[in-house]
């Protein structure tokens, strides 16, 4: 509080409180912030109405007078000076330009004052003369004499120079007599200025013509008052008694709001003292703290040394833990079996596929010998037939024979024999005529049933293509169908081609790690993951992915469960995705060493763009992409891969979905169409709408041939059965015409010859039936042999399809168990990598316990280099430290209890020694303020006062010494003070009017105005103190007379106050002027002649 009150009242020690020391005859020292009021002697001084100039103990114009000034660029002048000025009376003397007002300008600015005290101008740029950069003002005073400022810096004078520059900065150097740069702050020339008691913007030191010509043309009384009260500095006093005022009413309410606060430092200290007095020792409980806190140093010692133990265990267990490597030995052995296994498929499987194409072209051979053996066995139904029918007609023939030879034998007469013979002759020659005409029509229903026959065949074999091919329309047109439902549903969800329930089972699997059931989130299906670089290659990577397009890989077997749970109820057991456990990592597998390079051909892994590094690690693992080239050309693909394919390359894919090894290659029966991983699905569902379109008009072409074809087939059919049943009708004809013949020549003859002869052509007849026989005989053996070679070559072509099925399904299940065997590569070598990480993870876990062994053996020597520090001599611990750190907490708290009713000792002493530390020094400050207030009052009092009778005393004398030098022209003048109404009253009467009431100056001549002038600042100068006084153009409204007057006035003033330094400036000749050796006068040139002489 005390520090508040001294805070405010030290505002008035600043450098406008040394208007106390103005009217002293003497300067007095400044005062500091621990003076408050000044002692009675100080102020008996101040009441003296007459100074004593003897007093001073300085030198004459050795303190704080003007010794030289120097300008360069200022106002109009390039350069002024240096001027050396007197130490007591200086005339500065020159016509109007010659640059006296500027000296005194410069005097103003070159000793910090403003622009605007000079009257000259607003800023400090307009100083500077036109077309240069800067101004230089150089001033310097003298500092000689028994208290100079910093004589020991500074020495014998001060150098102050300032710059201005054009765009009105202004920097100061200030110099010590050497020349050296002691200062460039503003503060140590306010310093400065205050100890040699100068106020360049004092009136009464420095007077210019522009504050003389307003104090002669005011007319307000108030502002001549002002003029008195800022020369004196009684304004100052004023201002100065007015903050005192505020000062002292502010720090007494602080110290009324401070003394409530006292009661509550009192009530504090009363309670810190009850808490001092009552509190008790608690060393034995803090001696059995430290105590425990030694055990437990030590008792961590032995924890360490038995973790370090243990951890030495450890690592010799693991070190002796050959399990990995075993494993890894064990899986190596099963990953060679594997690939051995798999190359003897590969091997079979190529020997399967040799066997094959023979068997192929074996069937092919076949099925042309059916043909041509199926046409021969028909050839020879034929003449099996005929032969037949010949043996029929003869033993017809024969039993006719037979019937005329019995007939003969038992007689019968000739009767009607001629006219028999006639009938009978004209019936044969009749049944000849039909019988030739039947031969001819048999011949040619003959061979219209053989070219039905081969017309029908023809038809049946092109049904049979076109059936095949319709068929095979049919089951395209169908896939594309499928196709293009699947394209529709991915219009709004791409996943949808990887099956119906893909979108859902996602869903499932967002939901479930989200409720946390995955340790890490399953990723696929890697058909939607991955794209390609370039689309044209979407078959031949398709064909190389088929297996693992709907694939998801998990991270672990748990994830594996969860994934196959939510797969059950969207997919059937047979028909649910493959799943494929492997680590997740960050990293990309490194294929540089084993990859395949091609300069023209990327690999599989080349052509993807995959986000996911799992993706594209686990096709490297199980696919082996990286060993895979894509090739668009067969023919191409062929040439590169046989026989010897290039390094690191297994195998190769082109764009039309071929599948090249280096010793084999198969060509998909269908064309391949792209199902997964097409780009825009509305191209393709355009592409997928003409290829329907195409199949749909194919297929109607097809199905309207067939129709064509079958009704054809149909028709033929039904002629041929026609034609053939004409053909037996017509043999049937023949048979029984021939059959009449034979009848009737048999009885002609019969009657014409004897029986003997009929018995001759009866025995003759009987030998062509048995030859006919033989015929027929031999016609039925060589027709069973063709029928017999016909079942053995059928039997054979069945063999033979039969044998290439078995050989297909032995291929497919080989290219199952290929697939098998691969995959089973692919997780064996999965496996082994898993295995030698473990073992790489084993021995970096080795590695890491030694690490950690080592760490811990330093943990321990710093354990126990601190537990000596605690306590040398080593603890015999039995206790665990957690329980010795529990007893410790235990008897913490319970020292805290005690402390916290009682408090810690040295807290609870230094907590009362700070309260009554507080409560003393608040009580004493407030004590101290409040005194210093009463004091205050008093002396401020006894200020205003004094104040008072300084104003009194002040404007008196200013009274006595304006009339005593107006008496010097012969007027009379008076001064009227009212300090109430703050008024200055002046009223001259020239000579010879002194009856008049005549007081107005404005009746005044210009020059009595400026003699008036002149009284009234020399009546302020006999009353003020400064190290110089300035006057410019005091005469220039004077006539001669009163110019002399006030020119002897001057000079008779300095001549009294010879420690004082007098600058007059005036453009009038000083001839007039008394030789003195106090005089100095400086003439100005004027500019003509300083042009001429430069």
């Given at each position: 509080m005390q520090r508040n009150g001294f805070g405010h009242l030290s505002a008035m020690n600043k450098r406008k409180s040394c208007a106390h020391n103005v009217v002293k005859p003497s300067k007095t020292p400044r005062t500091d912030g621990k003076t408050h009021v000044q002692d009675e002697d100080e102020v008996d001084e101040e009441d003296g109405v007459q100074q004593d100039h003897s007093l001073s103990s300085l030198s004459a114009g050795d303190i704080g007078v003007i010794e030289s000034i120097t300008l360069r660029n200022f106002m109009s002048h390039h350069s002024l000076g240096p001027f050396k000025f007197g130490p007591n009376v200086n005339f500065i003397v020159g016509n109007n330009g010659t640059g006296k007002s500027a000296i005194l300008t410069a005097l103003i600015v070159g000793l910090g004052g403003k622009a605007t005290t000079t009257n000259r101008g607003t800023s400090l740029k307009g100083f500077v003369k036109y077309g240069e950069s800067s101004a230089d003002i150089k001033v310097k005073l003298k500092n000689r004499g028994n208290d100079p400022?910093?004589?020991?810096?500074?020495?014998?004078?001060?150098?102050?120079?300032?710059?201005?520059s054009s765009d009105g900065c202004r920097t100061c150097k200030i110099k010590s007599k050497m020349g050296h740069v002691i200062s460039t702050k503003k503060e140590e020339l306010t310093a400065i200025l205050d100890h040699f008691g100068i106020q360049?913007?004092?009136?009464?030191?420095?007077?210019?013509?522009?504050?003389?010509?307003?104090?002669?043309?005011?007319?307000?009384?108030?502002?001549?008052?002002?003029?008195?009260m800022k020369a004196t500095l009684l304004e100052q006093m004023k201002r100065d008694y007015i903050h005192i005022k505020q000062t002292k009413a502010l720090t007494r309410d602080q110290v009324e709001r401070q003394e409530e606060c006292l009661k509550d430092l009192r009530q504090l200290f009363l309670q810190k003292k009850e808490r001092y007095e009552r509190l008790s020792s608690l060393d034995d409980m803090r001696q059995t703290l430290e105590e425990l806190k030694k055990k437990m140093a030590w008792g961590l010692v032995r924890e360490k040394e038995r973790q370090v133990e243990q951890l030495?265990?450890?690592?010799?267990?693991?070190?002796?833990?050959?399990?990995?490597?075993e494993k890894l030995q064990l899986c190596q052995n099963k990953v060679s079996t594997a690939e051995k296994r798999l190359q003897d498929i590969q091997m079979k499987l190529c020997t399967l596929l040799e066997e094959q194409e023979q068997l192929a072209e074996e069937s092919h051979k076949m099925k042309e010998e059916i043909k041509v053996k199926t046409k021969a066995q028909k050839n020879q139904e034929v003449v099996y037939f005929r032969a037949e029918n010949k043996l029929k007609q003869l033993e017809k023939e024969q039993c006719l024979l037979q019937e005329r030879i019995h007939k003969i034998s038992h007689g019968s007469g000739r009767r009607s024999h001629e006219t028999e013979h006639a009938q009978h002759l004209k019936k044969i020659s009749a049944f000849k005529k039909q019988l030739e005409k039947l031969e001819t029509e048999s011949s040619a229903l003959n061979q219209e049933i053989k070219d039905k026959q081969q017309a029908l065949f023809k038809g049946r074999e092109e049904y049979d293509k076109l059936s095949m091919e319709e068929k095979n329309i049919q089951v395209s047109l169908e896939f594309k169908l499928k196709r293009k439902k699947q394209l529709m549903a991915s219009r709004s969800n791409r996943l949808k081609r990887f099956g119906d329930h893909m979108p859902e089972l996602l869903e499932s699997i967002d939901k479930a790690f989200a409720q946390g059931r995955f340790v890490k989130k399953p990723v696929g299906p890697i058909g939607a993951c991955i794209s390609l670089k370039d689309p044209s290659l979407a078959v031949a990577v398709e064909s190389c992915l088929i297996g693992f397009i709907k694939t998801f890989c998990c991270d672990n077997y748990r994830d594996e469960k969860v994934l196959q749970r939510l797969m059950s109820s969207y997919f059937p057991n047979g028909n649910r995705p493959q799943i494929i456990v492997c680590p997740f990592t960050d990293r990309v597998h490194n294929v540089q060493g084993r990859g395949v390079h091609h300069p023209e051909f990327p690999s599989v892994l080349d052509c993807l763009i995959v986000e996911n590094p799992v993706i594209i690690n686990c096709l490297i693992d199980m696919r082996g992409i990286e060993c895979i080239l894509i090739i668009k050309d067969h023919a191409r693909a062929r040439k590169v891969m046989q026989p010897t394919p290039p390094r690191n390359c297994r195998e190769a894919f082109t764009a039309g979905g071929d599948h090249v090894y280096y010793n084999r290659s198969y060509t998909p029966n269908n064309e391949v169409l792209v199902k997964y991983l097409g780009g825009d699905p509305e191209a393709e569902i355009r592409l997928v709408d003409s290829e329907l379109e195409n199949n749909q008009a194919q297929l109607l072409r097809f199905q309207l041939h067939l129709s064509s074809v079958k009704e054809d087939i149909q028709f033929m059919e039904e002629k041929l059965r026609s034609v053939i049943r004409a053909c037996k009708t017509n043999q049937q004809r023949i048979n029984e015409v021939k059959a009449s013949v034979t009848e009737l020549e048999n009885i002609e003859e019969a009657q014409a010859e004897d029986i003997s002869s009929l018995e001759e052509d009866a025995q003759e007849n009987e030998l062509k039936i048995e030859s006919e026989r033989k015929n027929v005989k031999e016609a039925r053996d060589e027709l069973k042999n063709h029928e017999k070679g016909l079942m053995d070559i059928n039997q054979k072509y069945k063999d033979v399809?039969?044998?290439m099925e078995q050989l297909s399904d032995e291929t497919e299940q080989l290219k199952e168990e290929q697939v098998k065997a691969e995959t089973v590569c692919s997780k064996l070598d999965q496996s082994m990598k898993v295995l030698e990480k473990k073992l790489k993870d084993h021995q970096t876990n080795i590695q890491a316990m030694r690490d950690e062994l080592s760490i811990k053996e330093e943990e321990t020597q710093d354990c126990k280099a601190k537990a000596k520090e605690i306590c040398p001599v080593r603890q015999q611990v039995d206790q665990s430290a957690r329980s010795i750190d529990v007893e410790i907490t235990r008897l913490r708290q319970k020292i805290t209890t005690q402390e916290s009713s009682h408090g810690d000792k040295e807290q609870v002493i230094r907590e009362y020694a700070e309260a009554h530390s507080n409560y003393k020094s608040k009580s004493s400050q407030l004590r101290d303020l409040r005194k210093f207030i009463d004091r205050l009052d008093n002396i401020m009092i006894d200020r205003q006062d004094r104040y008072k009778s300084l104003r009194r005393s002040l404007s008196v004398r200013c009274k006595l010494y304006f009339n005593n030098f107006m008496m010097q022209l012969h007027c009379c003048g008076s001064m009227i003070f009212d300090h109430v109404t703050e008024t200055l009253s002046i009223s001259v009467k020239p000579p010879g009017q002194e009856i008049n009431n005549v007081s107005d100056m404005r009746s005044l001549s210009g020059g009595e105005r400026s003699f008036s002038t002149v009284c009234f600042i020399l009546a302020l100068w006999e009353i003020t103190e400064s190290p110089f006084r300035c006057l410019d153009e005091f005469d220039v409204y004077m006539d001669m007379h009163n110019r002399s007057i006030s020119m002897n006035m001057l000079v008779a003033l300095s001549e009294r106050q010879h420690l004082r330094q007098f600058i007059f400036i005036t453009p009038q000749s000083t001839s007039h002027l008394p030789k003195s050796a106090n005089i100095t006068i400086h003439q100005l040139q004027d500019p003509e002649k300083v042009a001429e002489e430069e």
């Open positions: 400022y910093k004589g020991d810096i500074y020495g014998d004078s001060i150098c102050i120079e300032h710059r201005i360049v913007d004092n009136p009464v030191s420095v007077l210019n013509q522009e504050m003389s010509k307003q104090f002669l043309h005011s007319k307000s009384e108030a502002d001549k008052y002002k003029f008195f030495k265990e450890q690592i010799e267990k693991e070190e002796s833990d050959c399990k990995n490597e399809k039969n044998k």
